[in-house]
């Protein structure tokens, strides 16, 4: 007999957000887990600087692990943007990182520890 371990058990991904908007502005986050059309669960507000807000969380096979968030600030929102922050492959994947952050010319991104984030969003208004 022959048993392999399944490298995905218990293993976590991370989508991180971090607020580099600006000193006084509160980044608004609200998060939910499967469709975009699904009402948000988590909801944070997150200051300038503070410690990044994090989700973490295992791939789901053979079910897709998809999560999405909408960031925002400023009154009513002012500035938004309802964003895929992760989607599961094919196969489940350990460690994988998914890193947002907000900053007044936009969104930015990295999905390496190593690599810096790029600018991939325009706010929309």
């Known amino acids: 007999m ?16 971090h607020n580099e908007l600006s000193p006084g502005i509160i980044l ?3 998060c939910r887990k499967g469709s975009i059309d699904d009402k948000p669960t988590r909801f944070h507000k997150l200051n300038f600087k503070d410690p990044s807000y994090v989700i973490e969380f295992e791939d789901n096979y053979p079910n897709d692990e ?3 968030c ?4 400023g009154t009513r929102p002012k500035y938004w943007y309802d964003i895929q922050v992760y989607r599961q ?9 998914r890193l947002w952050i907000a900053r007044m010319d936009g969104i930015w991104f990295t999905r390496r520890y190593e ?10 208004i």
């Open 89 to 97: 492959g094919i196969q489940p994947k350990c460690n994988q990182l």
């Open 115 to 124: 690599s810096p984030p790029g600018h991939v969003l325009d706010w929309k």
């Open 70 to 73: 909408l960031l925002s600030h």
């Open 66 to 68: 998809t999560w999405y």
């Open 28 to 30: 608004n986050i609200a």
């Open 2 to 17: 022959h048993f392999e371990l399944n490298q995905a058990t218990h293993c976590k991904n991370h989508v991180i957000i």
